[in-house]
C-alpha cells in the first residue's frame, strides 16, 4: 500500500511544526519507506502497518492539540512494491530529467 496522509493540529497558537515533528518521528522509528513533502508525508508498506503508523501519528498530535485535522489518500494495487519512488522515477524517465526546483530565497 501506497498512503499520502497530513496530520494538521488545529486551535492552536503559534506555529505548529514541533507538532507535525513528533508524528514525524512515528514516521521514521516505524522503518517503513517514506517521503516527507511540504504539504504531507508519502508512507509505504504492508496495509495494516501503514493505517497503524498513520493512525498512531493521529493520536500523538491530538495529544498535544485540541483538535486533529487528518487526510489520507490510500493507493493499493496488489503484488506492488517499491512505488514510494518507482511513481516519480517513472514520470521523470519520460521526461528525461529529474523533477524538483527550489524556489528563489526559499524559506529555511
Known amino acids: 500500500m501506497l498512503a499520502s496522509f497530513s496530520v494538521v493540529p488545529m486551535d492552536v497558537p503559534g506555529g505548529v511544526k514541533a507538532l507535525v515533528a513528533e508524528a514525524l518521528k512515528i514516521v521514521d522509528e516505524s522503518g ?19 493505517m497503524d503508523v498513520i493512525l498512531r501519528c493521529h ?3 491530538l495529544e498535544l492539540a485540541p483538535r486533529v485535522l487528518t487526510s489520507i489518500v490510500i ?8 512505488r514510494l519512488e518507482g511513481k516519480v522515477r517513472d514520470v521523470e524517465e519520460i521526461l528525461g530529467k529529474p523533477l524538483r526546483r527550489s524556489a528563489p530565497n526559499a524559506e529555511k
Do not use: F, K
Not at 517503513?32 to 501503514?50: F, H, K, N
Not at 493507493?75 to 517499491?82: H, K, L, Q, S, V
Open 32 to 50: 517503513l519507506p517514506y517521503q516527507l513533502g511540504a504539504m504531507q508525508t508519502s508512507i509505504e508498506g504492508d496495509p495494516d502497518r501503514v
Open 75 to 82: 493507493d493499493e494495487r496488489r503484488g506492488a512494491t517499491g
Open 59 to 61: 493520536r500523538r498530535v
